[in-house]
């Protein structure tokens, strides 16, 4: 029983240090998907992209992408955006963003994470 039991804390434990990914790239800890952005982004500008929401605001989202090794920053990073290239994939940081299909202002952070 005390085996069963240690075994299940260090999967748990395992399962929780391994960190999200999409394309390869780490998403940030605190964003949760949005595939509907997703899912209007292929329809209508033909990208397949990951998308995802944080409450966090854009500097520290971005200061967590700059701390992947195998990103390097774009210049234009500003207190609204910030994009990092590299393994393949772009990842852009912004908000405020507009929804595509409600043309509905958002003020949550989105990052999205694409094949270049």
């Not at 999967?11 to 605190?30: D, R």
């Not at 520290?60 to 774009?74: H, I, M, P, S």
């Not at 290239?85 to 940081?93: A, D, F, L, Q």
């Amino acid at each position: 029983m005390k085996k069963v039991i240690v075994a299940a804390l260090a999967a748990t434990w395992i399962g929780g240090a391994m960190a999200a990914q999409h394309f390869g790239v780490e998403v940030y800890p605190a964003a949760k998907p949005a595939p509907e952005v997703s899912k209007a982004l292929k329809e209508s500008m033909k990208l397949d992209v990951g998308t995802f929401t944080t409450t966090d605001s854009v500097e520290k989202v971005t200061a967590f992408y700059k701390g992947q090794k195998d990103l390097k920053e774009n210049p234009g990073t500003s207190k609204e955006g910030a994009s990092f290239m590299g393994k393949g994939v772009m990842v852009t940081i912004q908000n405020p963003w507009m929804d595509m299909k409600t043309g509905q202002k958002n003020t949550s952070t989105l990052v999205s994470i694409g094949k270049r």
